[in-house]
Protein backbone atom coordinates (compact mmCIF):
# COMPACT_ATOMS: atom_id res chain seq x y z
CA UNK A 1 0.00 0.00 0.00
CA UNK A 2 1.08 3.46 -0.71
CA UNK A 3 1.09 6.40 1.35
CA UNK A 4 0.85 9.75 0.51
CA UNK A 5 0.64 12.34 3.10
CA UNK A 6 -0.98 15.82 2.03
CA UNK A 7 -0.77 19.01 3.98
CA UNK A 8 -3.65 21.61 4.11
CA UNK A 9 -1.66 24.94 3.86
CA UNK A 10 -4.68 27.00 5.33
CA UNK A 11 -4.80 25.17 8.17
CA UNK A 12 -0.77 24.86 8.54
CA UNK A 13 0.68 27.34 11.45
CA UNK A 14 4.23 26.88 10.41
CA UNK A 15 5.41 25.19 14.04
CA UNK A 16 7.46 22.96 11.83
CA UNK A 17 6.94 19.97 13.95
CA UNK A 18 6.14 17.70 11.51
CA UNK A 19 9.39 18.29 10.21
CA UNK A 20 11.16 17.15 13.60
CA UNK A 21 9.28 14.37 14.03
CA UNK A 22 9.03 12.65 10.26
CA UNK A 23 11.65 9.98 10.52
CA UNK A 24 11.91 9.73 6.40
CA UNK A 25 12.08 13.42 5.85
CA UNK A 26 8.83 14.00 4.25
CA UNK A 27 8.18 17.64 4.95
CA UNK A 28 10.33 20.91 4.40
CA UNK A 29 9.42 24.30 5.63
CA UNK A 30 8.46 26.53 2.80
CA UNK A 31 7.16 30.48 3.64
CA UNK A 32 6.20 29.20 6.95
CA UNK A 33 4.26 26.63 5.34
CA UNK A 34 5.01 22.59 5.85
CA UNK A 35 5.30 21.18 2.24
CA UNK A 36 5.25 17.51 1.29
CA UNK A 37 8.59 16.82 -0.63
CA UNK A 38 9.30 12.95 -1.03
CA UNK A 39 6.03 11.68 -0.40
CA UNK A 40 6.66 8.42 -1.97
CA UNK A 41 9.24 7.57 1.33
CA UNK A 42 5.82 7.85 3.53
CA UNK A 43 5.89 4.57 5.24
CA UNK A 44 2.81 5.18 6.88
CA UNK A 45 3.27 5.58 10.64
CA UNK A 46 0.94 8.63 11.45
CA UNK A 47 3.57 10.36 13.86
CA UNK A 48 2.83 13.77 11.90
CA UNK A 49 -1.04 13.16 12.26
CA UNK A 50 -0.66 13.07 15.96
CA UNK A 51 1.55 15.62 16.47
CA UNK A 52 0.29 18.24 14.35
CA UNK A 53 -2.17 20.44 16.46
CA UNK A 54 -3.91 21.87 13.43
CA UNK A 55 -5.12 18.85 11.72
CA UNK A 56 -3.79 20.14 8.93
CA UNK A 57 -1.83 17.12 8.20
CA UNK A 58 -3.65 13.65 6.43
CA UNK A 59 -2.66 10.61 5.18
CA UNK A 60 -3.92 9.37 1.83
CA UNK A 61 -3.69 5.07 1.49
CA UNK A 62 -3.99 4.10 -2.15
CA UNK A 63 -4.69 0.68 -1.79
CA UNK A 64 -5.12 -1.20 -5.29
CA UNK A 65 -8.37 -3.39 -5.32
CA UNK A 66 -9.09 -5.91 -7.97
CA UNK A 67 -11.85 -4.55 -10.13
CA UNK A 68 -15.04 -7.84 -10.99
CA UNK A 69 -14.54 -6.59 -14.57
CA UNK A 70 -12.12 -8.59 -16.34
CA UNK A 71 -8.40 -7.46 -15.28
CA UNK A 72 -9.04 -3.78 -15.21
CA UNK A 73 -8.17 -2.37 -11.59
CA UNK A 74 -8.90 0.85 -9.63
CA UNK A 75 -7.70 2.53 -6.92
CA UNK A 76 -8.95 3.03 -3.29
CA UNK A 77 -8.30 6.42 -1.83
CA UNK A 78 -8.89 6.13 2.01
CA UNK A 79 -8.28 9.63 4.12
CA UNK A 80 -6.80 9.53 7.78
S1 LIG B 1 2.89 20.12 12.38
FE1 LIG B 1 1.04 20.87 11.30
S2 LIG B 1 0.93 23.05 11.77
FE2 LIG B 1 3.02 22.36 12.29
S3 LIG B 1 4.23 22.77 10.41
FE3 LIG B 1 3.49 20.66 10.27
S4 LIG B 1 1.55 20.78 9.10
FE4 LIG B 1 2.04 22.85 9.83
S1 LIG C 1 3.11 9.16 8.34
FE1 LIG C 1 5.15 8.97 9.30
S2 LIG C 1 6.54 8.66 7.55
FE2 LIG C 1 4.62 9.46 6.70
S3 LIG C 1 4.93 11.67 6.60
FE3 LIG C 1 3.95 11.23 8.59
S4 LIG C 1 5.65 11.03 10.06
FE4 LIG C 1 6.52 10.86 7.98
Known sequence: MAHSPVVDATKCNGCEKCVDVCSVEIFE????????????ECIGCKSCIE???KHAI???DKTVVPANLGTSTFVVDILH
Open 29 to 40: MNEDKAEVVNPE
Open 51 to 53: ICK
Open 58 to 60: SIR
